[in-house]
Antibody, heavy 119, light 107 residues
Framework: QITLKESGPALVKPTQTLTLTCSFSGFSFTTIGVGVGWIRQPPGKALEWLAVIYWDDDKRYSPSLQSRLTITKGTSKNQVVLEMSNMDPVDTATYYC???????????WGQGTLVTVSS | DIQMTQSPSTLSASVGDRVTITCRASQSISSWLAWYQQKPGKAPNLLIYKASSLEIGVPSRFSGSGSGTEFSLTISSLQPDDFATYYCQQYNSYPWTFGQGTKVEIK
């Protein structure tokens, strides 16, 4: 059974760097094709894909946010970390991590974590 | 980036109705399209992948069709559990992009 769970601060100040951790179980990066991605959703708005990292350490980013994003595998082999720098109130959103295969659709989602950017 | 445009933005329907949601891509994405259902306060749930393949466990009243730039999601007989927001997503190329969503409301 695949599960994912996001963790990180609920509140960050403008200009700070957000660090989110995705802890997962039921799969591993030893499986060819496995990827873990991040998607966010501002309150009342649509989904926005941010980044994905694959079993072979290939990484892809949203071009509009690439300069601010870093996705890495965590120190624990069942974690993925997303860093987003220079946070702004418009980055207030629920951030989801998700499982994908290299095909590209998202078949398992975490429950999401709401991050508010405010001074 | 490939733009995904859904229509309508809101759809009012009754239990038992057949409903269709359309998703249009700004360029051809072959069949690399997924559909998700999202309920308030919950993560999205995969319904359809590769335009018409039903995810395991999803009721057969859901179906998807289309290729290239025009796609649709059909619910053959709307059930109370189906009132939700639906999103399409292209995964033909990075960045993956989502439609703006279609909210299915009770009429």
């Amino acid at each position: 059974q695949i599960t994912l769970k996001e963790s990180g601060p609920a509140l960050v100040k403008p200009t700070q760097t957000l660090t989110l951790t995705c802890s997962f179980s039921g799969f591993s990066f030893t499986t060819i094709g496995v990827g873990v991605g991040w998607i966010r959703q501002p309150p009342g708005k649509a989904l926005e894909w941010l980044a994905v990292i694959y079993w072979d350490d290939d990484k892809r980013y949203s071009p509009s946010l690439q300069s601010r994003l870093t996705i890495t595998k965590g120190t624990s082999k069942n974690q993925v970390v997303l860093e987003m720098s220079n946070m702004d109130p418009v980055d207030t959103a629920t951030y989801y991590c998700a499982h994908t295969l290299s095909v590209g659709y998202i078949d398992y989602w975490g429950q999401g974590t709401l991050v508010t950017v405010s001074s | 980036d490939i733009q995904m445009t859904q229509s309508p933005s809101t759809l009012s329907a009754s239990v038992g109705d057949r409903v269709t949601i359309t998703c249009r891509a700004s360029q051809s994405i072959s069949s690399w399209l997924a559909w998700y259902q999202q309920k308030p306060g919950k993560a999205p749930n995969l319904l359809i992948y590769k335009a018409s393949s039903l995810e395991i466990g999803v009721p057969s009243r859901f179906s998807g069709s289309g290729s290239g730039t025009e796609f649709s999601l059909t619910i053959s007989s709307l059930q109370p559990d189906d009132f939700a927001t639906y999103y399409c997503q292209q995964y033909n190329s990075y960045p993956w992009t989502f439609g703006q969503g279609t909210k299915v409301e009770i009429k």
